[in-house]
């Protein structure tokens, strides 16, 4: 039978925790509730400017003189991880360095074995992972997720583009976690650059008819750079909403978890002190029946 007073520091230690994970839990709630409308607020504005963006690249065919369009043989490429700084937050990390060392080892294993795909992480998890293993990573960008804005991010963004024009990398890929609900994130591996082709189907057929003013290529200059730097924005949006989605289940699981963990400390501590006053009543008997004899 356990000690009473083991069982009593066990109980008051389960408690301090729960209160811990519930205020985080709280926490995480709040900064979801902003992340989400974020994130949900410009996503319409993100899909049309997509959708402008393919239209305009089915109605210029292969006559688009655009660097960010042209596609090239693949022979460097460069991965850009979004995680986190902070953990208690599941399977969120976990899930993407997964996704990553995959696509490193496996999916271009050839590449690395020459030293050709390189790392640039954003989240202090990842960053700390992939250095330590003795991943290629060329930088790490943590204070991304600091008081996240529009122009941190695009300077990034202008970096990458930059990067692909100069033939530093003939494609770039984004790795995150994208947002679809407080319980459910989407593991997600997009191509950044080179733009892909627009994806055509019979019941949804692209739009291509366009008249341009002041011209073609004018307006795709114009409107290429502010669309890439759009998606990376929006990636960035979309990690940080599914870390608080995430943090906030795990946190309401651990507070679950605490509280029958709690029920089962209690019912073993009553076991224990009922065991030890059956004890002292058979001892006093005892002391007692010693007497009369």
């Known amino acids: 039978m356990p000690n009473l007073k083991e069982v009593r520091l066990r109980i008051e230690s389960v408690k301090s925790t729960q209160q811990i994970t519930s205020a985080m839990k709280m926490v995480s709630a709040s900064k979801l509730r902003r992340a989400q409308q974020a994130i949900v607020t410009l996503r319409p504005y993100a899909q049309k400017m997509t959708g402008i963006l393919q239209n305009l690249r089915q109605s210029l065919g292969d006559q688009a003189e655009n660097p960010f369009i042209a596609t090239r043989t693949v022979k460097k490429?460069?991965?850009?991880?979004l995680a986190s700084n902070r953990g208690l937050c599941g399977a969120f990390n976990s899930n993407v360095i997964k996704a990553v060392r995959n696509l490193v080892d496996n999916e271009h294993a050839h590449l690395r074995s020459e030293g050709n795909i390189h790392l640039l992480c954003a989240g202090k998890h990842a960053s700390d992972f992939f250095i330590r293993k003795g991943y290629p990573v060329i930088a790490r960008k943590d204070e991304l997720f600091d008081r996240m804005s529009y122009e941190k991010i695009a300077s990034l963004a202008k970096?990458?583009?930059?990067?692909?024009v100069k033939g530093e990398y003939d494609q770039i890929l984004l790795v995150y976690n994208q947002f679809r609900n407080a319980a459910v994130q989407r593991l997600?591996?997009?191509t950044y650059l080179p733009l892909p082709a627009p994806q055509t189907s019979d019941r949804q057929p692209?739009?291509?008819?366009?008249?341009?003013e002041p011209g073609k290529k004018a307006i795709l200059d114009e409107i290429v750079p502010k669309a890439l730097t759009l998606q990376v924005y929006k990636a960035f949006l979309d990690s940080f909403a599914s870390e608080q989605g995430a943090r906030m289940t795990a946190m309401h699981q651990a507070t679950d978890n605490a509280g029958e963990l709690l029920k089962q400390l209690r019912l073993s501590y009553n076991k224990a002190r009922q065991s030890a006053i059956t004890n002292e009543i058979i001892e006093i008997v005892g002391g007692a029946e010693a007497l009369k004899g």
Request: hydrophobic share 55%; net charge negative.
């Open 77 to 81: 490429v460069l991965v850009v991880v």
């Open 206 to 212: 692209v739009q291509a008819d366009y008249l341009f």
């Open 159 to 164: 970096t990458l583009m930059e990067q692909y």
């Open 188 to 190: 997600v591996t997009e």
